[in-house]
Nanobody, 121 residues
Framework: QVQLVESGGGLVQPGGPLSLSCAAS????????MGWYRQAPGKQRELVAA???????NYADSVKGRFTVSRDNAKPLAYLQMNSLKPEDTAVYYC???????????????WGKGTLVTVSS
């Protein structure tokens, strides 16, 4: 059974950086797709950023230029480097993954439990 565990959430001041990590385990084959999603209070969950094992990336317009997604296929780990954080970035951030590549983007099969990011002064 694939398991995803996020780490790195916390409280950060507006304009500050924060980095999230996602560790995957339990696979027999490589997870081609790894993505980050977030859900703010009272809002629907939305894609933040995604990356395939080949390095293809996809970002939400709201985070382009501020967030960077990356991965280490050998470990396997995915990362989300968040810079210039805004209060509206406050949300629970979830790592998600699948074997199907970018076709997974709308509904990946595997999800972590999430980590809370709070941007506030």
């Amino acid at each position: 059974q694939v398991q995803l565990v996020e780490s790195g959430g916390g409280l950060v001041q507006p304009g500050g950086p924060l980095s999230l990590s996602c560790a995957a385990s339990g696979m027999r084959f490589r997870l081609d797709y790894m993505g980050w999603y977030r859900q703010a209070p009272g809002k629907q969950r939305e894609l933040v950023a995604a990356i395939t094992s080949g390095g293809l990336t996809n970002y939400a317009d709201s985070v382009k230029g501020r967030f960077t997604v990356s991965r280490d296929n050998a470990k396997p780990l995915a990362y989300l480097q968040m810079n210039s954080l805004k209060p509206e970035d406050t949300a629970v951030y979830y790592c998600a993954a699948d074997f199907r590549g970018l076709a997974s983007i709308a509904s990946p099969n595997y999800w972590g439990k999430g980590t809370l990011v709070t941007v506030s002064s």
